[in-house]
């Protein structure tokens, strides 16, 4: 059965000249008719292609035509039915934020890798954090803070020395961005189905923005973060390097 490709491409020459060659040797449908989705770029490439299509369900394999490439497959025009076809899925849930600004509006959005909460002038944030309703930290001072899923963990969560977490390891990782006070406080990791609520503190005198991805809510009062079991990401990979075994591999990176 021949597999029906979609195949897009970042901006950048390398993925738009990859774009063009693969569409001469492979046909290239709309998305919507697709079975597959083919993403040439780099890993930003990748998050915007699975927010684009968060909600068709439609398996993604990515090939490397970027910098990084973390969460994309090496790049080859050979065979690409057939890589395509023995290609292990890796099953992703983002995490849902919910927002409430200054102002009263309420803001939701979705997050593959991380949401974070970052001050926004040169006050340092005070942020209480209570986990499944319980206050587990009456105030945190810093920079602010992140909620990390495993895909997410080897990105930014890790440039703040937050834990690199297996795939299928069932929590989520809770890191401070340069903690004033506590001021040895490294983080937390809780069980993947918790519920997480931020309250600013003196949100007037220290406003802080929410950031899920790319998508910025700016003057937040309150945030609460979990895991949307009820939207499943698929991603494919070649078998011999996938995303798990490549996420295991960073603890060992030095």
């Not at 439609?58 to 090939?63: C, D, H, Q, R």
């Not at 600004?101 to 997050?111: I, N």
């Not at 105030?139 to 080897?154: K, Q, V």
Request: with cysteine.
């Amino acid at each position: 059965m021949t597999i029906k490709l979609a195949i897009v491409a970042s901006r950048t020459h390398d993925a738009q000249v990859a774009r063009q060659n693969l569409c001469e040797r492979y046909e290239n449908y709309p998305i919507e008719e697709a079975d597959v989705i083919v993403a040439l770029g780099g890993d930003g490439f990748m998050l915007a292609t699975l927010h684009r299509n968060i909600l068709t369900n439609k398996p993604i394999f990515g090939m490397n035509r970027g910098t990084v490439g973390f969460m994309m497959n090496e790049y080859s025009e050979d065979d690409l039915d057939e890589r395509i076809a023995r290609a292990e899925t890796q099953e992703l849930h983002p995490l849902r934020m919910r927002a409430t600004t200054f102002t009263g509006d309420d803001v939701e959005y979705l997050a593959i890798n991380e949401v974070s909460l970052l001050r926004e002038t040169r006050q340092a944030a005070k942020i209480h954090i209570a986990v499944d309703g319980k206050e587990r930290m009456p105030e945190l001072i810093g920079d602010g803070l992140m909620i990390a899923t495993p895909a997410g963990s080897t990105a930014y969560n890790l440039s703040a020395h937050g834990p690199i977490i297996p795939i299928g390891a069932g929590v989520l990782a809770l890191t401070p961005i340069s903690a004033f006070r506590p001021r040895r406080w490294r983080g937390a990791l809780l069980p993947h189905e918790v519920v997480i609520d931020l309250t600013i503190l003196e949100s007037d005198k220290r406003p802080v923005s929410a950031v899920a991805d790319m998508q910025e809510v700016r003057d937040v009062q309150r945030v609460s973060i979990h895991e949307a079991r009820d939207v499943k990401l698929n991603l494919l990979f070649d078998s011999e390097h996938n995303l798990a075994e490549r996420i295991f591999l960073e603890q060992f990176a030095h």
